[in-house]
């Protein structure tokens, strides 16, 4: 009886819902031409859904009336209808051309996608969760045409160098960064979650900038306060493990002696190893030196409004440990900020926003001579980490650079810390609906605390890291700039269909900085617990020193831009600039850009093509400039180092310092740039095509001078002059392509650039040499007419000698033997020397790429992004090459024997010329790098907003997979930041690659 009821109470149960569920049928179809939209989704808000037929219609069961229905396709507005009492309900598409309306931030103002007229890229938020980068220059790479980004060390903290169109002087590259109206010279300080955008502005319409914009401009808008009612609170957070993406492989201890005995043979010296069993693999000294870390990051955020005012507010730490030195090689960075507006009247609104960073970071000697990488590759694999004593092991008789890695990294005591404080006030008055006035004050301050520690330390015999005494050195650096923007908008419809923009405005800006430095001896006890100046028990004479910098800068500009029927746009601007950084003569500067665009899709003969939604055609030129040279060039100072000896006695004083110039004038940068901008098959297809040319003119120039003139005596520099010019030039192109596949929506994307950079004058024709190989050689590099910059300069090879004739035969029959590189006498005069040099590689790329996919998959999410550089090249300079010294596995292929071998020379410890710069050391850098791949799962909404929640993500990632590439060093994306010496690879410390698992949360 009881379960006659059970069962017949589960029917009525069934019955009921049965009853309540609803029944809905409709067809799906598009706006234009009423045609109808297969593979439209429809779900139910919440729940599941289906996808419409080939005919467009569809059939989905509801739970009730209240259901809500969301109707959905790539490229089209989706839409949201409540089912009530419907049973068929038919819904008419509308294309989303959203993007086409899309705020863009532009200097000192802002337009759509579709008025803009110059070359300009955005990354938004949504782009910045999927990649998790750990600085903001990550999130640049690959992503947006024409940008280049190197990295000048993969340590924790460490910075990306940023090219935008290719490197345009051999001083200062970084381009202009605004971070909310703030100018600023580095992105360490702020937290990647805290962008809400990011513009970078490419061509001549940067001039808006004038003289701080001949590198190209970076716009960062973090993100504010919005009219959402109720607080809106995320919490952010991922944990990563990192490791090293890529070891060099090296001779095991039993490789090691074997070519080590080899080579003293051919030096016709005793074999150093005469009992090679038991050797083994022995000591893998990158893996000692190799290590897994931790990566974290915590991110919170609380964003409102309330009647007439919005706020912002978040907060952020971030940890990273180092794959090489775990806690000697680290950064941790905390953020907080403040964004709040407030109306105080009718059209009067005022604006603050303030950050705060605390940065800690410790630093190992890198990508150099000794340093710790340097020193892991070229230990000799038969020693061991520390002796029968516990002691480091002693690095002897493997010359007198390479010491003990472990020990050196014991022995290293590097920590900086800076507190930064920088944002705006700022107030904005709506006179009326068409003409705004805005002021603003921002600020950027600035302190650098640092000390290092070298303690008493013996590394061996003879090595020149050997340290007799103590000594720490402590400072501190303060730095604090302003610049007060004072601007104008106007915006009117002057007549029908006739739309101007002007803006008009004044920037006063100033920077000073000040530096003190102190170095103490003996330090008690040879401890870092009493590594301070006052317990130093040795303050020296000259061991302190400072430094004092001042420099302002006053501009004016202005801006028109006009739009005929939403189709004929146009845009000129104006800016000049005075800068304390030259003279009376030429004080002042002004630069101009003009930019016009055609939206050819809204003329009558194309509005019938179907495949074409937006059409756009656009070109500018214009003059940018730079003054990036320091301060006070143009006039003489008593900076320099100069003993004098008075009644007999030493007496310190001062001496000329840098030779001055008084005529030097601005750097000019002039740009062309014609692109065209597309949306076709119903937005579908998107991309955008750039052709550029970009000379610098006036280069400013470090200019070589006579010694006679004093200025290589301490604290003398040569002068700086007007002296050369550079021409950049190359295409952009930028295409993604969205759509449905059954139940997954996707979009792929692919940009690249070419470049190509010429020289096309120095100063009296002279070429200007640059960098730096091995010891004692010749610069590596030569700036000349007719080359890229920082062209690698050295010996052309032709093979090995294979026999006593083919050298008796050769311009090397005095000095080489069998096995020996063979080198291409040139001038044909019969010796090998500096003059047979000539240009064998180009540290610039001629490709950069740049590939991204997103896929999405009911509650799934898959995004992937790979980027690369082609056509350039790196020198290997991590190998010291002495007889003790260890050696890649490449030496393997050695030369052994006539007809071994035509690629790698002999062993030996006899005098050859093996090591002088070749192309025997040139590299192709080109590489592909799976940059990111990451997976999310977002939770549906009625499973968490019973805790709250208005979203719950969860999402594993890795960065930096894996790289293609036949570089055999670390990484290839490696830069010094030194256009002459900018890809020479002293064993840069490598990008790591991690995993992380994160989770984003809002209420």
């Not at 409004?305 to 907060?315: L, M, N, Q, V």
């Not at 401890?527 to 501009?555: K, V, Y």
Request: proline residues 4%; charged residues 20%; hydrophobic residues 35%.
């Amino acid at each position: 009886m009881k379960r006659s009821l059970l069962i017949g109470t589960l029917i009525c149960l069934m019955s009921i819902q049965a009853m309540a569920q609803i029944s809905v049928t409709g067809t799906v179809t598009e706006s234009e031409d009423g045609f109808t939209m297969p593979g439209t989704t429809v779900q139910v808000k919440g729940g599941t859904g289906v996808v419409t037929d080939l005919d467009g219609n569809y059939s989905i069961t509801v739970p009730d009336a209240s259901s809500i229905l969301v109707f959905s396709f790539v490229g089209y507005q989706t839409q949201e209808i409540t089912v009530g009492n419907q049973t068929t309900i038919d819904v008419v598409l509308v294309p989303d051309f959203a993007e086409l309306e899309e705020v863009v931030v532009i200097g000192y103002g802002a337009t759509t996608q579709k008025e803009l007229t110059g070359a300009v890229a955005t990354v938004n938020a949504e782009k910045l969760e999927k990649l998790n980068p750990t600085r903001i220059e990550q999130a640049l790479q690959g992503q947006t045409p024409g940008v280049q980004i190197s990295s000048n060390s993969g340590s924790p903290g460490g910075g990306f160098n940023i090219r935008i169109r290719g490197i345009t002087t051999n001083g200062d590259n970084r381009p202009l960064i605004v971070i909310d109206g703030v100018i600023y010279e580095n992105l360490d300080a702020l937290n990647p979650n805290d962008i809400e955008s990011m513009s970078v502005l490419k061509d001549a319409t940067a001039g808006i900038y004038g003289v701080n914009a001949a590198n190209g401009v970076i716009l960062i808008t973090t993100k504010s306060g919005k009219l959402v009612g109720k607080p809106v609170i995320t919490f952010d957070s991922y944990y990563g493990v990192q490791e090293t993406a890529r070891k060099i492989p090296v001779l095991s201890a039993t490789e090691y002696a074997v070519l080590a005995n080899e080579a003293f043979a051919n030096g016709g010296q005793a074999p150093p190893f005469t009992n090679l069993a038991g050797l083994g693999r022995g000591t893998d000294w990158q893996d000692q030196v190799f290590d897994q870390a931790p990566v974290e990051n915590y991110q919170f955020s609380v964003r409102g409004s309330s009647e007439k005012s919005t706020y912002s507010f978040g907060a952020g730490y971030f940890s990273q440990e180092g794959i090489v030195g775990r806690d000697k090689s680290s950064f941790d960075r905390f953020t907080a900020k403040l964004n709040n507006t407030q109306e105080l009247i009718a059209g009067l609104e005022l604006k603050t926003n303030i950050n705060y960073t605390n940065i800690q970071r410790q630093t190992l000697l890198e990508n150099t001579l000794g340093s710790v990488l340097f020193n892991a590759l070229n230990m000799s694999p038969i020693m061991t980490p520390r002796d029968e004593n516990g002691n480091f092991t002693l690095a002897d008789g493997l010359g007198s650079e390479v010491i003990n890695p472990l020990a050196q990294m014991a022995n290293t005591y590097n920590d900086t810390e800076v507190d930064r404080v920088f944002g705006s006030l700022g107030a904005s008055y709506e006179i009326t609906p068409d003409l705004v006035v805005e002021s603003s004050f921002n600020y950027n301050f600035t302190n650098v605390r640092f000390k290092s520690f070298s303690p008493i330390a013996n590394y061996g015999i003879g090595k020149v890291f050997n340290n007799v005494e103590s000594s720490v050195t402590e400072g501190q650096q303060n730095f604090f700039s302003y610049n007060i923007d004072n601007v104008v908008r106007y915006n009117k419809e002057i007549w029908p269909n006739h739309k101007f923009k002007f803006t008009v405005g004044n920037v006063i800006r100033k920077e000073r900085s000040e530096s003190l430095t102190a170095t103490g001896f003996n330090v008690p006890n040879n401890s870092i617990e009493f590594a301070d100046i006052s317990a130093a028990l040795d303050i020296r004479e000259n061991a302190a020193s400072s430094f004092q910098g001042d420099f302002r800068q006053t501009s004016f500009f202005g801006r028109v831009e006009y739009n005929l029927s939403n189709k004929y746009l146009a845009s000129a601007l104006i800016r000049r600039d005075g800068s304390t950084r030259f003279g009376p003569e030429n004080k002042w500067g002004t630069f101009y850009a003009g930019s016009l665009g055609w939206v050819a899709s809204d003329e009558s003969f194309l509005k019938d093509v179907e495949f074409i939604d937006f059409l756009k055609v656009r070109v500018s030129y214009g003059q940018t400039g730079n003054d990036r040279i320091g301060d006070n060039r143009f006039v003489s100072l008593l900076t320099g180092e100069a003993e004098y000896v008075f009644n007999g006695q030493l007496v310190q004083g001062a001496a000329l310092g840098a030779l001055a110039n008084p005529s030097i004038k601005w750097e000019r940068n002039e740009q062309f740039d014609f692109g065209i901008d597309f949306d076709f098959m119903e937005g579908k297809i998107a991309g955008s095509v750039d052709y550029f040319v970009k000379t610098t003119r006036d280069l400013l120039l470090v200019v070589p001078t006579s010694g006679l003139t004093g200025t290589s005596a301490p604290g003398g520099a040569d002068p700086v002059a007007n002296a050369g010019s550079i021409r950049n030039k190359g295409l952009e192109f930028d295409i993604s392509y969205a759509d449905r596949a059954g139940e997954v929506d996707f979009s792929i994307g692919y940009n690249f650039t070419t470049l190509n950079n010429e020289t096309i004058d120095l100063a009296g024709g002279d070429p200007i040499p640059g960098g730096g190989f091995g010891i004692g050689q010749l610069p590596p590099t030569l700036w000349q007419v007719g080359q890229p910059i920082g062209s690698y300069f050295g010996l052309r090879t032709d093979g090995i000698f294979q026999n006593v004739q083919e050298v008796a035969n050769s311009a090397q029959s005095e000095t080489a033997a069998p096995g020996d590189i063979r080198y291409v006498d040139l001038n044909n005069d019969g010796i090998i020397s500096p003059d047979d040099r000539t240009f064998i590689g180009k540290a610039i790329p001629d490709i950069i790429m740049g590939f991204n996919l997103s896929a999405n998959y009911k509650n799934f999410d898959l995004t992937a992004f790979a980027e690369g550089q082609f056509g350039f090249d790196i020198v290997r300079n991590y190998e010291r090459n002495l007889p003790l010294t260890n050696r890649t596995r490449y030496f393997l292929n050695r030369w052994v024997g006539e007809g071994s071998t035509n690629s790698d020379p002999r062993l030996t410890t006899g005098a050859n010329d093996n090591d002088l710069f070749s192309d025997y050391f040139i590299e192709d850098g080109s590489y592909v790098r799976i940059k990111t791949i990451q997976l999310g799962y977002t939770f549906p909404v009625e499973k968490i907003q019973s805790f709250g929640m208005s979203k719950l993500r969860v999402y594993a990632s890795v960065n930096n997979l894996h790289t293609f590439t036949d570089y055999r060093g670390y990484d290839p994306n490696i830069s010094t930041g030194n256009p002459l010496a900018s890809t020479i690879d002293g064993g840069f410390y490598p990008q790591a690659r991690t995993y992380i698992f994160g989770i984003n949360v809002t209420f």
